[in-house]
């Protein structure tokens, strides 16, 4: 299911997981503020959900990856 992302080198997993998951980083970074808004139970909005999934993702995609570990590509 997910051999797509074997075949992704790491670093190209790891620099948008940073970038995005810590983007903006003055104040607080969204990824964090989305995450204590759900938490709260103040994330309705549409623009906070597709904000919570635009940083969340390549974090997401980085776990799998790293859980997967380094496999060859099928």
Same mark, same amino acid.
């Given at each position: 299911?997910?051999?797509?992302?074997?075949?992704?080198?790491?670093?190209?997993?790891?620099?948008?997981?940073?970038?995005?998951?810590?983007?903006?980083?003055?104040?607080?970074?969204?990824?964090?503020?989305?995450?204590?808004?759900?938490?709260?139970?103040?994330?309705? !909005?549409?623009?906070?959900?597709?904000?919570?999934?635009?940083?969340?993702?390549?974090?997401?995609?980085?776990?799998?990856?790293?859980?997967?570990?380094? !496999?060859?590509?099928?």
């Amino acid at each position: 299911m997910f051999n797509w992302l074997d075949r992704i080198p790491m670093h190209m997993v790891v620099l948008p997981a940073l970038l995005l998951g810590l983007a903006p980083f003055v104040p607080e970074p969204h990824l964090w503020e989305k995450l204590k808004m759900l938490v709260a139970g103040t994330l309705h !909005r549409p623009i906070d959900i597709f904000d919570l999934l635009l940083h969340g993702i390549p974090v997401i995609l980085l776990v799998i990856k790293v859980i997967r570990g380094e !496999r060859e590509p099928e």
